[in-house]
């Protein structure tokens, strides 16, 4: 097979300040020898949504001796290029000031450069070779890439391979430990109020757990980029690397601490489910349009459960914590109204359309195949315990999977038969209840599987001794409307469909000027006066809608919200004590205090 002549890229800052960047492809002769198109990618992978890079550059021109015209645009992300005997260069500029895991970024302390956003392709030659320089960026700053390097040149055999390794570019620091045979390297950039050597051993901890259920890593090299900012949090995965945004002032509490390390483990597990374990709809990708799967609940619903297994097993979240995270996500799927109208499958297939484009009817409308998978995976994680004996979990599976299918692509056939290999079960009752179906979450299979009870606490339940002694108190801890307010103030969110202010009217934007004559002017004012009437009485409302005032009365309800708390079932016996220590690696919990509540 002959060698593919690669094209030669160039980047170099024009205003770093102004977040501007230019961008110089050298393309081969061969490769425009009959003309070509050149593309901008629409979206990345690990991110579903059309986001129309194209967008973000201009000034897109080709050099022609010592002077430069304009290429004939096509549509919003295409080029003509002319046919040329001789290798053709071409420029643009690219602005990127959006500091995400999947957009460019650059400014006078770094640039982050996310490749499917920077580099044209020329369609139908996505197999060609890009190699990558950096030039005239300032002194003391260095390039960070997943990729190899030769000569000071990145190297990516492909244009998949070059859209799945993002650069960081500037004075950042770095560490590196090697394990499994195995170099990982941690790149930080930003100031926060962290301890990176702890962030580096717990790393580590959960690279040699994650690797521990595949038997090794598929790599020689991984990359964790680490940026820190304030009030931002995001992951994306990628092959050999992955990109990580955390909260500059998160570490100040132990929470702060567990929440970058269940990313860390999220985005790690992604190496091997979804980037190497996946449906062959991912990968090879067409950039130009959307690349749906109804799979999403796989490839990211089990990786949110997994990441909870993953830092368990590696010591470094406490099962305190992980054991709130699972119950308060529990609460939020068994209440969110979209759980009847939306299955994972379907929830998986319209990620482009609806996930990533939520509107005020989303929350009644839809669900998210990353939480409310998740849910589902505890769920098949305890029928693979309880199927099994306690000999195979969620795991387990994954190891199977990875062991039998590798790269070679993976379906949902493929997943149904590692569940019933592993559980003894056919898989049909699971996959129609949760995954193609819509059926309410059961958490009787987690007590039988490993022990733990999902105990529901009313809001008045919740209430100290002497609240619930006062009975204005209990009044008010008992009243629902079904409204949901924006926490900027007394604006409606949401509402529930079929609550009584639902019913009464009420919709989504309207403003609540004020309740039983008395001025709301915040979130908080309007949800006390519309709890002081209580279950059995109306409160009169006066709402603005598009500047019209009118007044509506309100039934007001017992709430049917609940919370939700993971307990130790204090019937456990040894075999759902022996599940637990086998799925988490750490030993059955110990029972709390007791408290108020129903089951």
């Not at 129309?52 to 992300?77: H, N, T």
């Not at 690279?207 to 680490?226: M, N, S, T």
């Not at 109804?294 to 054991?323: D, Q």
């Not at 709430?559 to 988490?584: C, E, I, K, M, N």
Request: glycine fraction near 8%; include cysteine.
């Amino acid at each position: 097979m002959t060698k593919l002549a690669p094209i030669r890229a160039i980047l170099r800052p024009l205003d770093l300040s102004q977040h501007l960047l230019e961008v110089e492809l050298t393309l081969p002769a061969e490769a425009v020898a009959s003309g070509a198109v050149a593309a901008l990618p629409a979206w990345t992978p690990g991110s579903y949504l059309v986001r129309d890079y194209a967008r973000f550059v201009d000034r897109v021109r080709i050099l022609e001796g010592r002077g430069e015209r304009s290429l004939e645009k096509l549509d919003k992300q295409r080029w003509q290029l002319p046919a040329s005997k001789r290798e053709l260069t071409v420029k643009y500029r690219v602005y990127g000031n959006d500091l995400t895991v999947r957009t460019n970024h650059l400014d006078a302390t770094h640039a982050q450069i996310i490749p499917a956003a920077t580099f044209l392709y020329l369609e139908g030659q996505l197999d060609r070779p890009v190699e990558v320089r950096f030039e005239g960026f300032p002194a003391g700053w260095k390039v960070a890439s997943a990729l190899p390097q030769k000569q000071g040149a990145h190297l990516a055999k492909d244009f998949d391979t070059l859209v799945d390794s993002p650069f960081e570019v500037g004075a950042f620091r770095t560490r590196s430990f090697k394990t499994g045979g195995t170099t990982f390297e941690l790149v930080f950039t930003g100031a926060h109020n962290g301890d990176e050597g702890r962030m580096a051993e717990a790393t580590r901890k959960i690279v040699e757990a994650a690797g521990a259920i595949f038997g090794g890593f598929p790599f020689k090299r991984y990359v964790f980029f680490f940026t820190f900012t304030p009030k931002l949090r995001g992951g994306l995965e990628h092959k050999d690397c992955t990109s990580l945004i955390a909260d500059s002032h998160a570490f100040d509490k132990p929470e702060g601490y567990y929440a970058l390390f269940q990313l860390v483990a999220h985005e790690f597990f992604h190496a091997w489910n979804v980037k190497r374990l996946h449906d062959p709809v991912l990968g090879p990708f067409d950039y130009s349009r959307e690349n749906p799967t109804k799979m999403l609940w796989f490839h990211e619903g089990l990786t949110s459960y997994m990441e909870h297994v993953i830092v368990l097993r590696a010591g470094v979240v406490p099962w305190s914590h992980t054991a709130k995270e699972l119950a308060k996500c529990w609460s939020e799927q068994v209440q969110r109204p979209g759980r009847l109208e939306q299955s994972l499958e379907e929830s998986s297939w319209d990620a482009w359309i609806r996930f990533y484009k939520q509107h005020e009817f989303s929350p009644n409308s839809s669900i998210s195949y990353y939480e409310k998978g998740e849910m589902a995976a505890w769920l098949m994680d305890a029928a693979l315990r309880e199927g099994s004996r306690g000999k195979a979990g969620l795991a387990d599976l994954f190891a199977r999977l990875w062991t039998r299918h590798g790269e070679n692509g993976l379906t949902d056939a493929d997943v149904r038969q590692a569940f019933e290999a592993l559980s003894g079960r056919d898989s049909a009752p699971f996959w129609n209840a949760y995954i193609s179906g819509r059926a309410e979450l059961d958490p009787a299979p987690l007590r039988r599987a490993f022990g733990l009870e999902m105990e529901a606490r009313a809001p008045w339940e919740s209430l100290s001794p002497e609240e619930a002694k006062d009975s204005a108190a209990l009044r008010r801890a008992k009243a629902w409307t079904g409204l949901v307010f924006t926490p900027n103030g007394p604006t409606v969110q949401n509402v529930i469909p079929g609550s009584p202010a639902a019913k009464a009217g009420l919709s989504f934007g309207m403003e609540i000027l004020a309740v039983d004559g008395w001025r709301t002017s915040t979130a908080a004012d309007a949800q006390r006066a519309l709890a002081e009437p209580g279950p059995g009485a109306k409160a009169v409302v006066l709402a603005s809608d598009r500047g019209r005032v009118f007044e509506v009365q309100v039934p007001v309800v017992e709430s049917p919200g609940r919370a939700h708390r993971l307990v130790p079932d204090l019937r456990t016996g040894a075999a759902q004590r022996a599940a637990f220590a086998a799925s988490y690696g750490q030993p059955y919990p110990a029972a709390p205090v007791k408290r108020g509540g129903r089951r």
